[in-house]
């Protein structure tokens, strides 16, 4: 019997295949603007309008995008049911989120876990308080490396050669307190090293502080960040044994389960 063969995937002229374009079209969705008309999301995905509207129809048949009563496209519930598969950030999450609930009852503001990704850290998950203070970060969001607390922790930790793509810059300003040099950076990077948290005081906005601390798996490597978000006053630090004691649950939890495994 003839082996079977895999269907090529369709290519526009340029070579790009339909996968790319769709892919695309996801990525003009931003945690801001979650429901967009198809015109700008062709524009957003440099398509040609009659083009985004047939990849949108097809993504909608299977559930991937959805419209809303007034035509305008989101992101549909089979994707978000495909993406909470991922198993490695399923897992992760799901080991966290004790340890999150219960350093979040004792701070009071906001407690985040990220991942690096790229050139830069992403939220896997948030919790807040009503009155907690300002936070530009959210779950799905991204922040630079260089801008956060989490960010420094990841970076500190992460390959050598994505420490120097960083370093090389650009690193973009947030508020007068943000760290902008190769030198403040590299310096930064050596303090998480020596006292084993990142502490950045009014770097994201001037009224918050930002808080992380390494999450190891069973192997010790760093895998995540743990945060808070606190006002910017002389009481921020004091929440760092309480941010230390839970990522070592995380760990714990996560080498346990590696080793049900």
């Known amino acids: 019997m003839a082996a079977a063969t895999l269907a090529p995937v369709a290519r526009v002229r340029t070579g790009e295949s339909v996968l790319s374009r769709a892919v695309r079209i996801f990525d003009a969705f931003t945690p801001d ?28 048949s ?50 985040q876990l ?25 779950i799905a969001g991204r922040l630079p490396l260089h801008i956060s607390s989490s960010g420094l922790v990841l970076l500190a930790h992460g390959p050598a050669e994505l420490r120097e793509r960083v370093l090389a810059g650009p690193l973009d300003r947030y508020t007068r307190n943000t760290i902008t040099t190769p030198e403040r950076l590299r310096a930064a990077l050596s303090e998480v090293h020596r006292q084993g948290f990142a502490l950045l005081p009014g770097h994201v906005h001037e009224d918050a502080t930002g808080i992380a601390v390494p999450v190891r798996d069973g192997l010790q490597q760093v895998v995540a960040a743990l945060s808070v978000i606190v006002p910017n006053d002389e009481r921020a630090a004091t929440q760092v044994p309480a941010l230390l004691a839970a990522a070592r649950g995380v760990s714990r939890s996560l080498s346990a389960g590696a080793g049900r495994c």
């Open 33 to 60: 603007e979650r429901e967009l008309a198809v015109s700008e999301i062709a524009r957003r995905s440099d398509l040609h309008v009659a083009t985004a509207s047939r990849l949108i129809a097809e993504l909608v």
């Open 62 to 111: 299977h559930g991937l995008l959805e419209r809303g009563p007034d035509r305008q496209v989101r992101v549909g519930v089979r994707m978000w049911e495909l993406a909470a598969r991922a198993s490695t950030t399923r897992s992760l999450r799901d080991a966290a989120m004790p340890y999150l609930e219960d350093l979040h009852a004792v701070v009071g503001h906001h407690v």
């Open 114 to 138: 990220g991942v690096l990704d790229g050139d830069d850290v992403i939220f896997l998950e948030r919790l807040s308080a009503r009155d907690a203070v300002v936070n530009f970060s959210r």
